[in-house]
C-alpha cells in the first residue's frame, strides 16, 4: 500500500470507528456535558487536556484547554485555537499525545481535531519548545481529508501528505488528484520541503499518470484532475514542458482551454517557483 492509500485509510478509518462509536455508546461516560481529561509526557514536556462530551453529536469531544507542563512547570495554559477544539475519541490516534516530530530528541505535543466540513476534517495544534524564544508555542494546521504521516525517509523524519487545493480544481471529488506535499518541522514551523525529494515526487508522478491511463478506459472517463497532479509533480521535478506535451497529447479531453487553465493554477500555486528550499 503506497502513503497517500494509508493517509487516506487512516483518516476514513478513524471516521468510521467514530461514527460507529458514537452510535453505539450509551454509558454514562458518554452522556452529553460529561467532562473528563487525558495526559501524556516524554522527557521534560507533558500535557493535560481537558474536554467535554457533546452527546450524540458529530463530532463528540469539544477540547476546553490544555495545559502545557516544561521540566515540570507550566508554560503554556489556555484554549485551542479557533476551529480546532472537536475531536473524536479513537484508539488509533488519540486525541494527544507525545512525539518526536523531527528526531531531535525533544518531543512535541500534538492534539489531533475535527475540524468539519466535506470531505475533511483532520487538524493537528502541535505544542513545542522554540529554543529562540525559550517559550513553548503553538502552530495549528489544516490537514483537510488527507491527514499526515510522519515517517522517516532517507535519514530524514518528514511528515506527508498532498495539496489539497487540487480537490475539485479540475474535476469532482473522486477523480481529483492531490499531489504529494512533504513537510518538515522545525520548532515551532512546518515547511515545505517537497522539492527535496524526488525520488517521491517521480513516484507520485508515475502513480497519477498510470491513474489517468486506467480511468481513460472507463465508459465515461473523468482524467482531467488525475493529469493535473501529474503535472504538478513534473513541474516540481523542473519537467514543466514534458508533462505539458504529454497531457496535450493524451486524448480528447484535453483542450487548449484546460492547458491554459492548468499552467495558470500551477504558477498560482507556486508550482512553477524555481526557489530551492531549505533541505532538512
Known sequence: ?????????????MLIFACIGVALRVSSAATAGAKGTMSVGSGPIKATLSYHVQGNILPERHLDRIEIFWHGR????????ENFADAYPDAEQPMLEAVDLNADGTPEIVVHTFTGGAHCCVGSVIY??????RHIEQLARDWQSSGYLLKDVDGHRVLLSDDQSFAYAFASYARSGEPIQIWAYAPVALRDVTRCFPR??????????????????EPYPETLGLLAAYAADEYLLG???????????????VTP??????????????????????CP
Open 200 to 217: 517521491l515526487i517521480r513516484d507520485d508522478a508515475r502513480r497519477w499518470w498510470d491513474a489517468a491511463e486506467q480511468e481513460q478506459r
Open 239 to 253: 519537467e514543466r514542458a514534458k508533462a505539458l506535451s504529454a497531457i496535450e497529447h493524451f486524448g480528447p479531453q
Open 1 to 13: 500500500m503506497d502513503v497517500r492509500k494509508a493517509i487516506k485509510l487512516a483518516v476514513w478509518s
Open 257 to 278: 482551454s484546460y492547458l491554459d487553465s492548468l499552467q495558470k493554477f500551477l504558477r498560482e500555486n507556486g508550482y512553477e517557483s524555481t526557489q530551492r528550499p531549505i
Open 128 to 133: 513545542g519548545y522554540n529554543p529562540k524564544s
Open 74 to 81: 507550566q508554560a503554556f495554559a489556555g484554549p485551542l485555537p
